[in-house]
């Protein structure tokens, strides 16, 4: 990353597709870990909300993915959060999602598209070819010209069938073609029904980087990335102090789903992290918990039989602060029902939770709360995204501290149902400097109150 004068030029590409499911992110990995074999520092980037392709980036890159999502974060946010992670990279790579103009309802907004405007990136459209010859010359000049402030600066051409199949599609072309990727069944990524499987679960397939290189011009898409143009510095926040707590983060296969910039901000506003599984650990000494998303329903006897399940209980009666999202907050509730059975869980929150077998709510929360538990002082904005297959059945005298505009929550609109000071939504939220702060100061309260 070379630095001028109010300015920082960054070489960086956009994986874009025409749909969800072209290969994007089989070429998008693919590209990440040729460059790594190439001795390139990768950082790597997902367009949107989504927890698992970054895992698999990071498992590629040895750097943390970071999503950019200006729905969530904002557009200053995404620009602070590309150019900061930046830092000591020779290069970025930038996974979309969805087509590349699927926006928030209807719109851009929140795009693949949005987010390569934002950044000044060129783009490297996949194109799914089975079936296609010389059809994909309007879908490639299509989107090249749709929308004059995005750069689509090449094609890959997914699902090649053969190699006349590519002398076709080479007939006639005036988009740039960059790659011609046979069908790669072998490199793809298993999935269940909250997505693909984690990064953290598997190996880096040893084709992945040979894939690219083969079949496609590495050397041509680097140079492409070094034609961005520079960006406007932003100013470091550095470290905001509020005060000095310890934050037990569950950590495992049941809980995996975390924003990092979540995490780092609770360590700029003065949080030490304390990491732990509530599948195996004792609960560490610590002020506050955060129970982030994840996989708890196929870890369910290890989470029952775990020593963490009465001591988080305990902690809670004794006052503490706990703070859940989705798989957390389930953990929080009474126990789980699935079709090969029943847990009891932490018993903290008055809901049973129940695994059906289609998606209960896809989709943006945006949301306020209008008070209850320490962790959400009323007021506090709420941004961020819920997916997921299970539904709750709360008490008829359940309380919620946040009101949705926009999502489902629990029930109705409403989200995080709390007792005391331990509150669990389905929304995964992206925190505000205003939630960071209500959380770190409930931590503070309860250190206070113990000392």
């Keep these: 990353m070379n630095e ?23 070429i998008a990995r693919g590209l990440m870990a040729a460059l790594v074999k190439r001795g390139f520092v990768v950082q790597p980037f997902k367009v949107g909300p989504d927890f698992i392709d970054p895992s698999h980036h990071t498992r590629i890159c040895g750097r943390i993915s970071r999503n950019l999502d200006p729905v969530m974060m904002g557009e200053q946010t995404v620009r602070e959060t590309f150019i900061n992670t930046c830092k000591g990279a020779d290069i970025a790579v930038i996974e979309g999602v969805m087509g590349m103009f699927d926006g928030l309802d209807g719109t851009t907004e929140g795009s693949t598209a949005h987010i390569a405007r934002l950044l000044h990136a060129p783009v490297i459209l996949v ?72 990064g953290e679960e598997l190996h880096v397939p040893e084709g992945l980087a040979s894939m690219l290189e083969e079949h496609a011009d590495v050397s041509r898409l680097i140079t492409i990335a070094r034609t961005a143009t520079p960006l406007l510095k932003t100013e470091d926040n550095g470290s905001v102090h509020t005060g000095s707590v310890h934050i037990a983060v569950a950590s495992d296969p049941a809980f995996c789903f975390y924003y990092q910039d979540n995490l780092d901000k609770l360590k700029r506003f003065g949080a030490e992290l304390i990491f732990f599984s509530p599948m195996s650990d004792d609960l560490p000494e610590a002020d506050l918990i955060y129970l982030g998303g994840g996989y708890p329903e196929l870890h369910a006897p290890a989470l029952e039989s775990g020593p963490c399940r009465n001591q988080i209980r305990t902690a809670a009666e004794d006052g503490m602060p706990i703070y859940a999202e989705c798989g957390g907050l389930m ?56 997916f997921h297959y299970s539904r709750l059945d709360p008490d008829q005298d359940a309380r919620f501290a946040i009101t949705l505009s926009r999502g489902t929550g629990i029930m109705d609109g409403r989200d995080g149902i709390f007792v005391e000071n331990c509150m669990g939504s389905y929304t995964h939220a992206y925190f505000s400097d205003d939630m960071t702060v209500g959380l770190i100061r409930a931590a503070l309260n309860y250190k206070d109150k113990r000392a």
């Design 4 to 26: 001028e004068v109010g300015t920082v030029s960054i070489p960086r590409l956009v994986i874009a597709g025409i749909h969800s499911n072209c290969g994007k992110t089989t």
């Design 127 to 198: 194109i799914p070819v089975k079936g296609m010859s010389g059809s994909v010359h309007a879908m490639a000049e299509g989107f090249s010209r749709y929308d004059p402030d995005v750069i689509v600066s090449g094609v890959i051409l997914n699902m090649v069938g053969s190699p006349r199949h590519k002398t076709i599609l080479q007939a006639r072309k005036s988009v740039e073609q960059l790659g011609y990727i046979p069908v790669t069944r072998d490199l793809e990524i298993g999935s269940r029904h909250l997505g693909l499987v984690m």
């Design 331 to 386: 953990y929080l509730g009474r126990g789980v029902n699935t079709d090969a059975g029943s847990a009891r869980w932490a018993g903290v929150l008055p809901v049973e939770a129940f695994m059906e077998k289609r998606f209960q709510a896809l989709g943006y929360t945006i949301g306020e709360s209008i008070g209850g538990p320490s962790v959400a002082p009323a007021g506090t904005p709420i941004r961020g995204h819920e």
